[in-house]
Every structure is written in C-alpha cells, then in structure tokens.
C-alpha cells in the first residue's frame, strides 16, 4: 500500500492536535491533513449539527475546529481605558459608631503598594504580601486598635479625576471574617455595573485590615489596608478595565 493511501486510513482515526501535529511533519504529510475531509470528521465527533450543513458555516471546516475546539482563556486585554493617576479613593472605617480612619489616597499610591510592612508580622501574612497575585494595599497610619467585640464597617467609594464623576466600591461593608492564621480581617460588597454592561455581576470588591498580634486576643492592632478584586482581576490592567465598567455618576 502506498504511503499516502496509508496516511489517508490513518488521519481519520486521529485526534485533532494529533493531526495538527502531523501537519507539522513533513510537506506531503501537511499537503493530505490539509484536506477538509479529516476536519469534517473531527467536527461531526463534536458538534454533529454543524455537519448536517451542505458546507460548512465558516470557510473551511478546518478553520472551525481550530477556532472553537479549545477555550481561549488567556486573550490580550486592549490597554485600558483608565489611569490610575486619574483615580482617588475615598476609604472610611467606622468601629461601631465612631470613625477610625478616614483617607483620600491617590490611584498611584494604592496602585504601587511600594511600602515595607513593619517588623514583626507573621510569616503567613509576609507570604501573602509578597506573593504573585496582584493586590492595592497602603499603610494605615496613625495605627489603630480595635476591640474584637466591636462592629467594623467600612466604605469604599473611587473618583475619577478625569470626568469628575464617583462610584461605589464598597457600601458600609461588614468586617464579619477574621482570618487568626493570617491576620487579616476581611469585608466585601458586590460591585454595581454601568447599565452598559447588563450581563455582568456578581463580582466582589474585598478590603482587608492588616493586622498584628501582641498577646491580646481581644485586641487587633492594624498597619496596613489591602483591596483586591481576586475573583476575577489578577493584574493592573484587568482591575483598570473592571473599575472602567463600574456605575459612574
């Protein structure tokens, strides 16, 4: 049997990146993977509708499986559209009825996170600080103490410097989880979308209160502030674009 008849038995029995790989081989063996037949084959496994067509939807049935056999998960964000030099958050923490803290911070400072925690944090919290994920943190200074019997809420809103306008990031939010084993007190409230993106929701803004612990369980003493979008925003960019898309009045 000739080779290519032996090829053409062969590549219908084939897997897709098994026979984009054969592609790969030789210019005869890509010059008989290239025919739409074996593509056809693979796409009937998968979507057998498709193939009840006279031909396909796109150019080629190659093209088709290429396209949408595998989700795409990594795609390359547009640069966004915001600057964090053009933002200012306003953060507010009250510990029952009274304020504690109450901090205009600029974009870029909340941005770059470009400070040395104290001497003395644990090492669980130091790995988190110093991990990959993308995170705003700022230190909390003065200090300040809170009593673990004491209500915390806190409230989040962000302007933008570039139109004058403000959204909400967080609405008096609860810090109703604290994390002993990583010294974290942890809020969060649900962003609220421009009517411009009906189909997203569910996204969560966390703030975190970095604390330290001096042997007094009833008492917390916090230095530093975190605020993260880890449900879906891992990088500067993506948190640039999901802040973009927020409610803005």
């Known amino acids: 049997m000739a080779c290519e008849e032996i090829l053409k038995a ?7 990146e098994d026979l984009a790989t054969c592609m790969l081989v030789c210019k005869q063996w890509q010059e008989i993977a290239q025919d739409d037949y074996f593509w056809k084959c693979l796409c009937a496994k998968r979507w057998p509708s498709i193939c009840k067509r006279p031909s396909p939807p796109t150019v080629t049935y190659h093209k088709l499986f290429k396209t949408f056999y595998k989700r795409q998960h990594n795609r390359t964000l547009l640069p966004p559209r915001l600057s964090f030099k053009d933002l ?5 923490i009250w510990s029952e009825q009274n304020l504690i803290f109450s901090d205009v911070v600029p974009g870029l400072v909340l941005q770059k996170g470009s400070w040395i925690p104290p ?3 644990s090492d669980v919290l130091r790995s988190h600080l110093e991990g990959p994920e993308y995170k705003m943190t700022l230190p909390v200074e003065p200090r300040f103490k809170i009593p673990f019997s004491q209500t915390v809420s806190v409230s989040v809103l962000v302007g933008r410097k570039d139109s ?14 604290i994390d002993r ?3 974290r007190a942890l809020a969060f409230d649900y962003l609220d979308f421009s009517p411009a993106h009906p189909f997203v929701s569910g996204i969560r803004a966390w703030i975190s209160l970095l604390f330290m612990d001096h042997g007094n369980e ?3 003493d916090v230095f530093g502030i975190e605020v993260d979008f880890c449900d879906v925003a891992d990088s500067e960019e993506q948190v640039l674009w999901l802040l973009d898309m927020l409610d803005w009045k």
Do not use: R, W
Request: glycine share 8%; aromatic share 18%.
């Open 88 to 92: 200012e958050f306003y953060i507010d």
């Open 218 to 220: 009833g008492i917390i």
């Open 181 to 183: 084993s990583a010294y």
């Open 10 to 16: 062969v590549f219908p029995l084939l897997e897709g």
């Open 119 to 121: 001497p003395g944090i």
């Open 164 to 177: 004058n306008k403000v959204a909400c990031v967080i609405n008096k939010s609860i810090f109703d989880y």
